[in-house]
């Protein structure tokens, strides 16, 4: 089934992120929830919410009638809470 979602993502997802600079990486599938984070550009963007709903989420379910629902996690990465701590630090 993941290589379902992954040839899905790619084929018809990914072409219409990376025209904006962004992607997409699957977090886990478990109990019909596909957990998604958009990366590049596409992260935090105030349009993300659509994105995953409008185009990820509807080619997926239409693809793959195992999900259920896509559900965007969005969190701050690691590397960026470093980087901002070095700056408030100096």
Do not use: W, Y
């Not at 629902?69 to 901002?84: G, H, N, W």
Request: overall charge negative; some cysteine; glycine content about 4%.
């Amino acid at each position: 089934m993941m290589e379902r979602i992954q040839e899905v993502l790619e084929k018809k997802v990914r072409p219409a992120l990376l025209e904006h600079e962004g992607d997409v990486k699957v977090l886990s599938f478990e109990e019909g929830i596909l957990r998604i984070r958009l990366l590049g550009k596409c992260s935090g963007c105030p349009s993300a919410r659509i994105t995953t709903e409008e185009l990820i989420q509807k080619e997926i379910m239409e693809a793959v009638p195992q999900v259920e629902d896509v559900v965007l996690v969005q969190e701050t990465s690691r590397e960026l809470m470093d980087f901002a701590r070095r700056i408030l630090n100096h």
